[in-house]
């Protein structure tokens, strides 16, 4: 599975982003999909996930409320939606596939990664 990010750039605090990250591969909907970041001297931490069909979502307590998941299989595609957007939300956002049978937050369970893409918040 290769894995493409996009939709990243410059916002102000409180404003919102819409995140892309589109699969190639006919198993796309096999994988369970998330979200990590990575801000400059920090480790990458989970942001979100969704199971296969995108009946489950999970989310980092940091983004609850305010981010969303949501994947559209047949466009090999998972979104992250994000509103109500803080500095402290400024990263590098990266997509990423798992062949597991349930929900890992753990960056280690994802095989496959995408480039990531710049989210910068401005206060």
């Known amino acids: 599975v290769q894995l493409q990010a996009s939709g990243g750039g410059l916002v102000q605090a409180g404003g919102s982003l819409r995140l892309s990250c589109a699969a190639s591969?006919?198993?796309?909907?096999?994988?369970?999909m998330g979200w990590f970041r990575q801000a400059p001297g920090k480790e990458r931490e989970f942001v979100a996930a969704i199971s296969w069909s995108g009946g489950s979502t999970y989310y980092a307590d940091s983004v609850k409320g305010r981010f969303t998941i949501s994947r559209d299989n047949a466009k090999n595609t998972v979104y992250l939606q994000m509103n109500s957007l803080k500095p402290e939300d400024a990263a590098v956002y990266y997509c990423a596939a798992a062949a597991v049978v349930s929900h890992s937050d753990d960056a280690r369970d994802y095989s496959y990664w995408g480039q990531g893409t710049q989210v910068t918040v401005s206060s």
């Open positions: 591969g006919r198993t796309f909907s096999r994988y369970y």
